[in-house]
């Protein structure tokens, strides 16, 4: 068996199905020959053993019933980083890199203040872990990733072992802000804490009609009747913090849908109605309101 025969029979499986099915079997087969696409194309007449041909099959069959090929191939990349993901984590999405990108825009003008970036949901990692590495020579910065989920953070906590970045993020199992809420209470300078909200934000309805979706985590897609549960929640969190620490000023990223953004505006407003939070919106490469800043 070849492998050009090993995409046709794999673009086979998936063209009813996968809208950029050749591309997809061209994943496929670079995953399981351990080989880059480029070099696949420059060697189609190369013959395989009969259990990689098989394996691509498998894996082609798989994707074509909407398993997510980042589930298949057990990797996915995110802001130019590797990530390992699985069953229980969510797969990163590009519309998330607007947090890096927005985060690094805005802050670390002046490293006299101190910071402490805090990704609540962590996944992954993708996202406190493309920070830290960018960020891993900056003073004053530490760094904190939080999530429920032990099977979960046991993935992050690879992915940060492979840039090297370890020792450099916390781990910490818990609910929200619950993890490291009495740190934040006790600190005694002037400090900035900067918190990635990339939390469940998708209704019942929005999950059905994404069949693309329905095999990752379902505590990690879904936010409630509006989709708002957890932020209404984390909003609490930090109303309490404030309260009893004023030394400390939050800036908050909180990854939402087109939609959501006025009901987020209005539910932060009514909270906080005595701290006056100011929030802006940055819309994704596709015109959809994405992310919702809100300094408080």
Not at 10 to 21: A, G, H, P, T, V
Not at 139 to 164: G, P, Q
Not at 205 to 225: F, V
Not at 276 to 285: G, T
């Amino acid at each position: 068996m070849k492998i050009n025969q090993a995409l046709e029979q794999s673009q086979e499986k998936l063209k009813n199905n996968i809208k950029d099915y050749q591309k997809e079997a061209l994943l496929i087969a670079s995953f399981v020959l351990e080989l880059p696409p480029e070099k696949i194309i420059t060697q189609l007449e190369k013959k395989i053993k009969k259990s990689q041909f098989k394996k691509i099959i498998k894996l082609s069959e798989k994707r074509s019933q909407n398993w997510p090929l980042a589930y298949l191939t057990g990797t996915k990349s995110f802001y130019n980083l590797d990530f390992m993901v699985n069953k229980n984590t969510l797969i990163p999405r590009p519309e998330s890199e607007l947090i890096i990108e927005e985060i690094i825009k805005n802050n670390f003008n002046t490293s006299e203040q101190e910071t402490i970036i805090i990704d609540i949901g962590t996944g992954s990692g993708c996202l406190i872990i493309s920070l830290a590495d960018i960020l891993k020579n900056k003073e004053n910065i530490s760094f904190y990733a939080l999530d429920i989920s032990r099977r979960t953070l046991k993935v992050a906590k690879r992915n940060a072992r492979k840039y090297k970045l370890r020792k450099i993020i916390k781990f910490l199992k818990g609910n929200l802000l619950k993890p490291i809420r009495k740190k934040l209470k006790n600190i005694k300078k002037e400090s900035h804490i900067i918190i990635i909200a990339n939390l469940p934000y998708l209704t019942k309805e929005e999950i059905k009609k994404e069949p693309s979706i329905q095999l990752e985590p379902r505590q990690a897609l879904y936010g409630g009747k509006d989709g708002l549960k957890y932020y209404k929640k984390l909003w609490s969190q930090i109303k309490k913090i404030k309260e009893k620490n004023n030394k400390i000023n939050f800036t908050v990223y909180q990854e939402i849908n087109d939609w959501q953004k006025e009901k987020l505006e209005e539910m932060i407003i009514k909270k906080m109605r005595n701290h006056s939070p100011q929030s802006e919106i940055i819309k994704d490469l596709n015109n959809q309101q994405r992310l919702l800043i809100t300094n408080y």
